[in-house]
């Protein structure tokens, strides 16, 4: 583990904290220990009354390129009723995925629920947490060279939430992302609604400092206000079903079987690592055309 | 019902919100007529809209219902430091009930005139210029079923940088119109959508540049009005059972979050107080010299006359 | 009527075109909906896709008016709104959904449209709102996909949408040549197919959740409601 995987920081000048994923060597994959400094950092800033604005971004050329599976296992084992027997139990998966990832404490609900401004910088890959994070966030500055989406789902199924996802860009456009897998560049994500502002990735911060100004220019009272009138809103339109739901799919995941002529990612995982898995896979995807230019 | 509002202010509000129906064609209009103030709505000017639609509403001449507005701007939103009879002019910040009646019962709830709007069993238009801010950006331009607008209107939740966002980033209506992202970006930075914008996002239906604005609302007003009366209510009966289904309404409690009940920090200005010094003209332009303050507008000749 | 072909894990179903779903013809419905929901159960299948093999998916029907409707309004629903019926059935196949759409697409081919999960269109289509006449048709389902009052201008004005706006306003997944429609059809099955039929189904049950908290499943049950109000409100063919 290194010692440094996020770094944090509060100016309360310009009323505005910053998270830096800082994991370039993993292209910023957000692994269990990395997720569970991001939220103790906005556990501490949503109880600072001198921030009203939280920017996140990551360091070097990728926001961030997934779900860190290294520690899947780990993951399932740590959580309570994991290592009773040698696979971890049912309800070990569950509490596992719901405290690191889609339930009250797990890292995208404590994002999607800061009671301060969150703004995103998104550049390079923004692939499945990068998404995640392009959708919990209040507001998305993207590069572009950015792009989003999420490649995991053409290798095991789409298992993480999708009622953002639809609300933020259409349930066809959702459709597509999830079925055909091919990542969106930062203009067909300005188009379909999912970013906010397109700049060139010198210019990233700098606009996402002026975004944060902008924001923090409004009344706390105001701001925080409206955060908690969103999240009634959020329950009316089934996102808290929709995390709810993504936690029992979720943790079916390592239950998926393959049929024979299939290609099995996550035995391909145990054979030959990770980083084999992925190419293998891309390089069969590559084989088929998509239909797209 | 009790109507709210100074004798001088309901005794105004017949000539500031004008209705006609032109029964050849079916289209009812409901102008507002208030250009001195870019069109801002008192409580009564709002009791008046609601009576109007349901007016609207039982006239079997009328299919279609466009509001409009003269002068400058379509609307610059609900009339701010207003006297609308409270018992105690500093209750209006104070109690509870006067802000759930002020925000849930006249603006967002059930009762409110937003909802009268969203309600209508008739097809509902908003011909949109200049500004369409605050409360005509979030109970009038997104309750219609039709927006056409200006190429260069001027559409938001302006008001949200010292007010407030008052529901414009949480409301579900406003999340299925323009997206759940755009709906977050416009409450939380404040900034204006073009009518060329806000037709990208899916706000507005048409858009034609200001002078072909006034004809081209009428041509789709009328088209629409011309099609078979019953079959123009089973579609909007069936529209309103799905928007139902869905659950566009705003969640009620949103009411409490009106501007009223909010207070501003000591290092944030309070636009209230500014506002009973220097009027609200000046308590804008002070807004804008704050520290820090990063203008949304920049650029426009001025800012939104509420 | 219709025909079915299975291979490589993607089934294709082809008929002449669709209208006869908007002419509410029963014994069509009945064996369009029996085949996707066989295909949705069948191991060997993980994509299905829609494809009229006559120049439109859904031509232009002028008798829209459900004729069994004046009789009873449940033997319409049964065939038509049903949760075993061709809408639904489509909506909440376990398998990924692919229509091919060529030409007029009107009153049942746009609720197919809206149902299936992907949309190959050619250049010409021509999208027609299903509200007015088709009390089976989801505005749910249209409201999520092109936003609400995207789906509110379609129904009010009863103006066709093409391809491009089609494509531009997310109602549609892919726009090609007529000529490149079937090849782009293909492509997306064998991409879609390359999925895991595990996999499949997990994304199933998540948009599953997604759709029930949205009320798409309620939409589709008020069909009947609506059809007695579109006959109420005197929404009817000429007479034969």
């Known amino acids: 583990m290194s010692a440094v995987s996020a770094s944090f920081s509060i100016d309360r000048d310009s009323h505005i904290a910053r998270i830096r994923i800082s994991r370039p060597e993993r292209r910023n994959m957000i692994d269990i220990a990395t997720g569970r400094l991001i939220c103790d950092f906005l556990d501490q800033v949503d109880d600072d009354d001198d921030i009203t604005a939280v920017l996140l971004s990551g360091e070097g050329p990728d926001l961030s390129a997934g779900w860190d599976v290294a520690d899947v296992w780990s993951m399932y084992i740590d959580a309570p009723g994991g290592a009773v027997k040698k696979v971890p139990s049912q309800r070990a998966r569950l509490i596992a995925v719901a405290d690191n990832w889609w339930g009250p404490r797990g890292l995208y609900s404590r994002l999607l629920h800061c009671r301060k401004v969150t703004i995103l910088e998104a550049q390079g890959d923004c692939l499945e947490t990068g998404l995640f994070f392009a959708l919990c966030c209040d507001l998305t500055i993207a590069a572009e060279n950015a792009r989003f989406g999420c490649p995991r789902w ?49 210019e990233l911060t700098a606009k996402a400092v002026e975004i944060a100004k902008m924001c923090a220019s409004i009344m706390r009272d105001g701001i925080v206000s409206e955060k908690y009138a969103l999240f009634a809103s959020l329950e009316k339109m089934g996102v808290g079903l929709s995390f709810a739901a993504a936690t029992i799919v979720a943790s079916s995941l390592s239950n998926i079987h393959f049929q024979p002529a299939e290609f099995n990612f996550l035995a391909e995982v145990k054979r030959a690592g990770e980083a084999s898995a992925v190419a293998a896979s891309r390089a069969r995807l590559d084989q088929i055309s998509t239909g797209k230019d | ?34 250009p001195e103030k870019h069109n801002a709505m008192s409580v009564p000017m709002r009791d008046r809209i609601t009576d109007i639609i349901h007016e609207a509403n039982l006239d079997d001449d009328v299919r279609v219902i466009v509001f409009r507005g003269n002068g400058k701007s379509f609307c610059s939103g609900n009339e701010i430091n207003e006297e609308w009879g409270q018992r105690r002019p500093h209750e209006r910040r104070r109690t509870l009930n006067v802000s759930y009646r002020y925000g849930t019962d006249m603006a967002w709830g059930r009762l409110g005139f937003s909802q009268a709007i969203s309600r209508s069993p008739k097809i509902t238009i908003a011909q949109i210029h200049g500004y369409c801010a605050a409360a005509a950006y979030f109970m009038i331009a997104c309750k219609v079923d039709i927006v056409i607008a200006a190429d260069d209107a001027k559409v938001g939740a302006l008001e949200a940088r010292f007010l407030g966002p008052a529901g414009a980033a949480a409301s579900v209506h406003i999340n299925r119109i323009i997206g759940m992202k755009a709906a977050r970006r416009t409450g939380f930075t404040a900034m204006p959508m073009s009518g060329v914008e806000a037709q990208r996002l899916g706000l507005v239906h048409e858009c034609a540049s200001s002078d072909r604005l006034a004809d081209h609302a009428r041509n789709v007003a009328e088209e629409i009005a011309s099609q078979d009366p019953g079959a123009l209510l ?30 501003s920090a ?41 | 009527m219709i025909d079915v072909d299975v291979s490589e894990g993607c089934a294709l179903i082809s008929t002449a075109d669709f209208a006869p779903l908007t002419r509410h013809d029963g014994a069509f419905a009945r064996a369009l909906a029996a085949a996707v929901i066989d295909l949705s159960d069948d191991d060997d299948v993980k994509v299905i896709v829609l494809r009229a093999s006559g120049p439109d998916f859904a031509p232009a029907d002028q008798g829209t008016f459900p004729r069994d409707l004046r ?38 081919g746009s609720a197919l449209v809206l149902a299936s999960d992907l949309t190959i269109s050619s250049e010409d289509a021509q999208f027609a709102s299903p509200f007015m006449c088709m009390p089976e048709s989801n505005f749910v389902l249209a409201s999520l996909t092109i936003r609400l009052n995207r789906a509110k201008a379609w129904a009010v004005r009863g103006r066709p949408i093409g391809a491009h706006e089609a494509m531009a306003c997310g109602l549609v997944s892919r726009v090609v040549s007529r000529a490149g ?4 059809t293909q492509a997306a099955a064998e991409y879609a197919a390359a999925m895991p039929l595990d996999g499949i189904v997990m994304s199933k049950m998540m948009l599953q959740a997604v759709l029930d908290a949205h009320g798409v499943g309620r939409e589709f049950d008020m069909a009947n409601l609506y059809a007695t109000s579109q006959r109420a409100a005197g929404v009817t063919a000429e007479e034969e």
């Open chain 2, 266 to 306: 000591p290092d944030e200005m309070d636009f209230w107080k500014a506002a009973k010094e220097v009027g609200v003209g000046g308590a804008l332009d002070a807004d804008k010299r704050r520290k820090g303050a990063v203008d949304p507008r920049t650029g426009d000749e001025g800012v939104v006359a509420l």
């Open chain 2, 234 to 263: 089973h579609l909007k009966g069936r529209i309103r059972a799905a928007e139902g289904l869905m659950d566009t309404s705003v969640p009620s409690v949103t009411g409490l979050f009106v501007s009223h009940h909010l207070q």
């Open chain 1, 154 to 202: 053409h290798t095991l199924g789409a298992d993480g939430d999708l009622s953002l996802l639809i609300a933020a860009v259409g349930l066809k456009r959702a459709k597509d992302l999830m079925y055909t897998a091919v990542p969106w560049t930062a203009s067909q994500a300005l188009d379909y609604g999912l970013v906010d502002w397109l700049v060139p990735a010198d």
């Open chain 2, 1 to 34: 019902m009790t109507r709210y509002g100074t004798a001088e202010s309901i005794a105004a509000a017949p000539t500031q919100v004008l209705y006609e129906v032109d029964r050849a064609t079916g289209v009812a209009w409901i102008t507002l007529n208030r």
């Open chain 3, 71 to 108: 009789g009873t309004v449940t033997a319409w629903g049964q065939d038509f709104s049903a949760s075993d019926a061709i809408y639904q059935a489509l909506c909440f196949s376990k398998k990924v959904t692919i229509t091919e759409v060529a030409g007029v697409c009107s009153g049942a």
């Open chain 3, 181 to 184: 429609l079937a090849s782009a």
